[in-house]
Structure formats: structure tokens, C-alpha cells
């Protein structure tokens, strides 16, 4: 498949498979101090010493698993991803429920390096494995009254300790406007760093939308709909005032507990520089056209 976007990264640029898998543990760190985030990638090979593959999977974020940080590494490997169906319906030609087999045999699975932006101020490279939302919706034949895609995580409660506590609303959603999942640089993954996508990290498929907070980009997908109305989203739910549908990385738009203006790279220590955010997280040229005429400060 043909690339159709701007790729300013490289695999020099890519914050290092350990830094990526420690993130959480970092954070946790970083909390403690009043710091978000860690060092530039580009320096953090020199400066992070990769911990033991047990230590550097011990935190991370995905809270059907547990809140504990400790807690998806440690409950994740009961969710079963194999065989996984993700059931595509709503305005579609061609509904149905389409095994990962199905799915990742009509598709080109091409490597993409893209920033990834967090809520909480800190920020990486990643070097996703997967391909373009808009080769899976065309595959299922979107209709013209579609206006929105609606994304579901699994919801297991016999492999997720974690939903048995309202945290909140489960299972988990989150939603695109139509343009935005056909947008070539939307895609679907299914590995990071040439590898499998872990557990705890959203296997075995996850959306990515590299110019929204990092929340955006649902994890372990089950279903995909097609509809004419704004479908609902997790957070939104849970606090509308600091969570909108939109979510677009905009450092001139604080979020009500902390400032968007600047950011820090997971990977090389503590008390690394921040860097500044980057409108739409760099990907300015991109997009900006697709909220032409919207005030960005209002729809967050």
C-alpha cells in the first residue's frame, strides 16, 4: 500500500522498546516529585538503563485489569486474544462479526512511527505495526448516513478483575467523526516495535490516532459501528468538564488540573527539559484542515 502522509520521524527518533514498556513505572516516579513524564528520546538510550523484562512490564494503564499500576501486567495474561472477533455493524453494507484472521488477511500491515501524546503531559515515539482504519471500513462498505465510528473494548469480567469496580462506566467506548477514521494517518494496530502488542497494551488490536490524547486509542477492540449520531465515550462520561469528544493534543488548551503548553519524552530521566506541544501533536499540516471553522478552545 502506498503511504499517503507525511512521515517527519524516524526509527532514530522512536522512544527505545524498554522506555516504552517502563513508562508507567516512570510516571509513578515522576508523580511522586510533581514531575509528568521523562527525558528526550533521542538521548534516553544513553541515559535509561532497561530494567529485567519483568520489571519494565510492571506498570501500565488499563484499568479493566486493576488501577494499581503493577496490576495489568500482573492480570492482563488472562484475557484470551486468540481467536478474538471484532463485530462490525451499524451503517455498513457488509455487518457481520470478522475474526482477527479475516481482518488481518485482506489487510497491509506496514510499520508507522508516530508520536503518541498522553492527557497527563508526557509524551514518546512509537514505531506502531498495523494498517489504516479507513482498508477495514471500506471493507465493510460505509454507507452515506454515517457520521461517526463507535469503538467497544471487550468487556470479560471473568478474565478482568479490574470492571468489578466502578471505575468507570464499563465496557469501555470511544468514538470518531467519520472524516477522522478515514483519515489515512488513523490506524488499527497490532504490533509495536515489531512484536505482538501486549495485553496490557491492547492486543490484539487497538486504534491509534496520533493527533488526540492517547486515551483516544482504544485498546483490544470488539466492535465497530457505524452511525449517524455522536456515540458516547468513556471519559466524557465520567467528567465531561476535563474530557470532550474531541480531544486534539492543543497546548493553548489547558486541561483544568494542569497545563497543555509543553509535554515530556518518556526515556531518559526525571529531570529532563520539557519540550513544547506541538498543535495536533505535530500533525498540524495534516488535520487542521478537518476542524476548519470550529473553535478549538470550546470543543475539546
Known amino acids: 500500500m502506498a503511504h499517503r502522509w507525511k512521515n517527519d520521524l524516524t526509527r532514530a527518533d522512536a ?59 500482573r492480570n492482563a495474561h488472562t484475557l484470551t486474544t486468540s481467536p478474538w472477533t471484532v463485530k462490525i455493524d451499524g451503517l455498513v453494507d457488509n455487518p457481520g462479526d470478522y475474526s482477527m484472521a479475516q481482518i488481518l488477511d485482506a489487510m497491509t500491515i506496514e510499520e508507522r512511527i ?11 515515539v512509537i514505531p506502531w505495526n498495523g494498517f489504516e482504519l479507513a482498508d477495514l471500513l471500506t471493507m465493510a462498505g ?16 471473568d478474565e478482568m478483575p479490574g470492571v468489578s469496580y466502578p471505575v468507570l462506566d464499563w465496557p469501555y467506548v470511544e468514538g470518531l467523526r467519520l472524516d477522522e477514521a478515514m483519515h489515512p494517518l488513523t490506524m488499527m494496530a497490532t504490533g509495536i516495535y515489531g512484536k505482538t502488542i501486549p495485553n496490557q497494551n491492547g492486543a490484539p488490536m487497538r486504534l491509534v490516532v496520533p493527533w488526540k490524547y492517547g486515551f483516544k486509542s482504544i485498546k483490544s477492540i470488539v466492535r465497530i459501528t457505524l452511525t449517524e449520531d455522536e456515540p458516547p465515550t468513556s471519559w466524557n462520561k465520567a467528567n465531561a468538564r476535563e474530557y470532550g469528544f474531541y480531544s486534539n493534543v492543543n497546548p493553548e488548551v489547558d486541561h483544568p488540573r494542569w497545563s497543555q503548553a509543553s509535554e515530556r519524552l518518556v526515556g531518559g530521566g526525571l529531570f529532563a527539559r520539557r519540550q513544547p506541544t506541538l498543535m495536533f501533536n505535530g500533525y498540524a499540516d495534516e488535520v487542521a484542515s478537518l476542524y476548519e471553522g470550529m473553535d478549538l478552545s470550546k470543543f475539546i
Open 114 to 124: 508516530y508520536r503518541f501524546r498522553c492527557v497527563e503531559a508526557w509524551s514518546m
Open 15 to 73: 522512544t527505545p522498546y524498554a522506555a516504552f514498556m517502563n513508562r508507567r513505572q516512570l510516571m509513578g516516579g515522576a508523580l511522586g516529585l510533581g514531575l509528568i513524564g521523562a527525558a528526550g528520546a533521542a538521548r534516553a538510550a544513553e541515559e535509561l538503563v532497561p530494567n529485567s523484562w519483568e520489571d519494565i512490564t510492571q506498570y501500565n494503564n488499563y484499568y479493566e485489569f486493576g488501577t494499581r499500576k503493577d496490576d495489568p501486567a
Open 142 to 157: 460505509v454507507q452515506d448516513g454515517a457520521k461517526y465510528v463507535a469503538f467497544e473494548t471487550a468487556l470479560r469480567p
